[in-house]
């Protein structure tokens, strides 16, 4: 199979079968529940194609009066306490890392940002180069800043020395979920729920950065 046909996830049957194991960290962090949404979505596609798949909260750094105020945010920490939060050892584990963040004036949040700024040791020594990684957003208006808040993900990631496998226009599923080639984004209404379908492109993104794992780990054996 050519390296192209596993970019695109031709031959689907024959790549599920060959597929070994890509240990795929998916690390998110919401306040809402969206993002922990998009990070199930993107599990489930993993494991369909047979990743060995973690999913992983990082720390919430807000003080817990500023949770107890927000009904919304207090209900969802409560409903995410058993979801492990992610340590250094689930990067140096992982091949494959997909994140998943809301977008906050145009950025990552506080605590994702918290999180990627104690991997200086990893870094150091070496141990993030050709990790594959993949990010996916969230924001309340359809142009708030979704695709600045994955690229400033990615920036962190180039000097990781990380591949980035953003999705491109690779599949038709992508236009149907807005069209963010840089990553799956989805906008949230006042409600709390998502206006665009993007279940779709995030089992794509998922899909197709196992599969690019799989082909760099294998290039790399
Ligand atoms: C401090 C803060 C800053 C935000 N900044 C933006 C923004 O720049 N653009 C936007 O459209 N929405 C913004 N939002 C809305 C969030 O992006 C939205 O609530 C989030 O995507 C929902 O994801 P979650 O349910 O996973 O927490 C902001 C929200 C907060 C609390």
Redesign the pocket.
Known sequence: MSFLDKLFGRSQKKETENMSNIKTAIIYY???????QLAKWAAESAKESGADVRVLKVAETAPQAAIDSNLGWKAHVEATQDVPEVTLEDLEWADAIIFSV?????NMPAQMKQFLDTTGGLWFNGKLVNKVVSAMS????PH??QEATILSLYTTMYHWGAIVAAPGYTDPVTFAAGGNPYGTSVT?GQD?KMIEDVQAAVKHQAKRTVNIAEAIKKANN
């Open positions: 919401s306040s809402g529940g969206t993002n922990y809301p977008t906050r004036f145009g969230s924001a309340q208006n708030g800043g949230v709390g």
